[in-house]
T-cell receptor, first 113, second 113 residues
């Protein structure tokens, strides 16, 4: 079963626009929510992550918003740039003992010049 | 340089011919994992290892074997590959206490004819 649902599957945004990717989870034991960024031909790399004790985390142009009651979290990319074009994966993890991540299916983002 | 290496990067083989994909990390990480990435399905975990001689099944272990005889190495073995194992494979590693920083290898693209 899919424990982390990610949408949309693909996204086209104009340069300077805001990219928004959403994820929802079911397992209430999840308590850590990272986002990974993957460029073509490369492995995924950690982009930003949040724990449920905060509702928002910002790093530069990237912001995670977290809604614990709705079991949803989202990635916002402000002032999107062509260099942001990549596949983005949300993930979830339970920190209670071991580090197995459950990934969403990914969103392919294309930022047009 | 801290890294996860995988070999080979590309492999074409035929059904039933045993193959091994190697994975090595130089960061002294306890945790290592194998994922496969397929279009529309995202990243799915095949096997993971919490430490030397400790391995466990992920979400899609059928048709795969792993071993963890040394801390730095975590090979993925396909005893009798089938066409449905054609995929992009990633190895990842992290410290057990820092799941937020999983380092991914560059990937191995496998085609089984």
């Amino acid at each position: 079963q899919q424990q982390v649902k990610q949408s949309p599957q693909s996204l086209i945004v104009q340069k300077g626009g805001i990219s928004i990717i959403n994820c929802a989870y079911e397992n209430t034991a999840f308590d850590y929510f990272p986002w990974y960024q993957q460029f073509p031909g490369k492995g995924p790399a950690l982009l930003i992550a949040i724990r449920p004790d905060v509702s928002e985390k910002k790093e530069g142009r990237f912001t995670i918003s977290f809604n614990k009651s709705a079991k949803q979290f989202s990635l916002h990319i402000m002032d999107s740039q062509p260099g942001d074009s990549a596949t983005y994966f949300c993930a979830a993890n339970s920190l209670g003992g071991y580090s197995t991540l459950t990934f969403g299916k990914g969103t392919m983002l294309l930022v047009s010049p | 340089e801290a890294q996860v290496t995988q070999n080979p990067r590309y492999l074409i083989t035929v059904t039933g011919k045993k193959l091994t994909v190697t994975c090595s990390q130089n960061m002294n990480h306890e945790y290592m994992s194998w994922y496969r990435q397929d279009p529309g399905l995202g990243l799915r975990q095949i096997y993971y290892s919490m430490n030397v001689e400790v391995t466990d099944k992920g979400d899609v272990p059928e048709g795969y074997k792993v071993s963890r005889k040394e801390k730095r190495n975590f090979p993925l073995i396909l005893e009798s590959p089938s066409p449905n194992q054609t995929s992009l494979y990633f190895c990842a590693s992290s410290f057990h206490t820092s799941p937020e920083t999983q380092y991914f290898g560059p990937g191995t693209r496998l085609l089984v004819l």
